[in-house]
C-alpha cells in the first residue's frame, strides 16, 4: 500500500476519534485533530484545507499550529476530567500504586496544559 494511503487512512481514523471525542467525555479531541492535520497535510491537500478551516474542528488546530496555545475552555475541560478520573479510580477502590501512577502521569499533563498560553484574543 502506498505511503500516501496510508497517511490518508490514519487522517481519516484520526478525524473520526476527534469527532468522537468532542462528544464523549473521556476522549481527548484536539491531539487527534493535530493527528489528523498532519497526515492529511502528507496525503490530501483538499482534505488537510478543509480540516483546518471546519468551523468547529479547525480552531484548535490552528491555535496550535500558530501560537502553540490551548483555550481556557480546553484547559478547564481537561483538569477537570483528569481529576474526575483520578476520583472515580479511587472510588473504584485501584490499588495506591495505580492512584500514584495516575496521579503522576495527570499532573505532569496538567502541567503541560496550564503553562500553554490561552488562544489569543480568547473566543471562550
Aim: hydrophobic share 55%; proline share 8%.
Amino acid at each position: 500500500m502506498p505511503a500516501r494511503a496510508l497517511w490518508m487512512i490514519l487522517g481519516f481514523t484520526s478525524t473520526a476519534c476527534g469527532i468522537a471525542g468532542a462528544v464523549l467525555p473521556l476522549v481527548p479531541s484536539t491531539p487527534f485533530l493535530l493527528l489528523a492535520a498532519f497526515a492529511f497535510a502528507r496525503s490530501s491537500p483538499r482534505l488537510h484545507d478543509w480540516l483546518v478551516t471546519h468551523p468547529r474542528l479547525g480552531p484548535p488546530i490552528n491555535d496550535w499550529a500558530q501560537h502553540r496555545a490551548i483555550s481556557r475552555r480546553a484547559k478547564i475541560t481537561a483538569i477537570v476530567v483528569m481529576v474526575a478520573t483520578l476520583m472515580l479510580s479511587a472510588a473504584l477502590g485501584l490499588s495506591t500504586t495505580v492512584l500514584l501512577v495516575q496521579a503522576i502521569a495527570m499532573s505532569g499533563a496538567a502541567a503541560f496544559i496550564l503553562t500553554r498560553p490561552d488562544r489569543p484574543h480568547a473566543r471562550d
